[in-house]
């Protein structure tokens, strides 16, 4: 069992930015892939980002492409969604999931998830 722990949430002004941290707490997930999702009150989760074992493929929603950027550094066991230029309608709890499968947009294809982080955009 894969145990993933996100840190880095906040509140921060529309405009600013934020660094979220997937960390998982035992084992390390550098061949899992990974995915950032997120979920506002009274709205489904939706996909934020994705990226496979390696770094070398990602991919975003429209939502945010442009404005945030998912990576890993394998080394240090962790992965990093960069959010800048963040808006009202960011606000939401994020998420991190990982699967030893790989990497998509689907939320059912991951087998673990973390607790979340709650990320509140001010305007």
């Known amino acids: 069992q894969v145990q993933l722990v996100e840190s880095g949430g906040g509140l921060v002004p529309a405009g600013g930015s934020l660094r979220l941290s997937c960390t998982p707490s035992?084992?390390?997930?550098?061949?899992?892939?990974v995915g950032w999702f997120r979920q506002a009150p009274g709205k489904e989760r939706e996909f934020v980002a994705s990226?496979?074992?390696?770094?070398?493929?990602?991919d975003y929603a429209d939502s945010v492409k442009g404005r945030f950027t998912i990576s890993r550094d394998n080394a240090k066991n962790t992965v990093y969604l960069q959010m800048d230029s963040l808006k009202p309608e960011d606000t939401a709890v994020y998420y991190c999931?990982?699967?030893?499968?790989?990497?998509?947009?689907?939320?059912?294809?991951?087998?673990?998830w973390g607790q979340g982080t709650q990320v509140t955009v001010s305007s």
């Open positions: 990226v496979d074992y390696s770094g070398g493929s990602v």
């Open positions: 999931a990982a699967d030893p499968r790989g990497y998509s947009g689907a939320d059912n294809l991951y087998l673990h």
């Open positions: 035992e084992r390390p997930f550098s061949s899992y892939g």
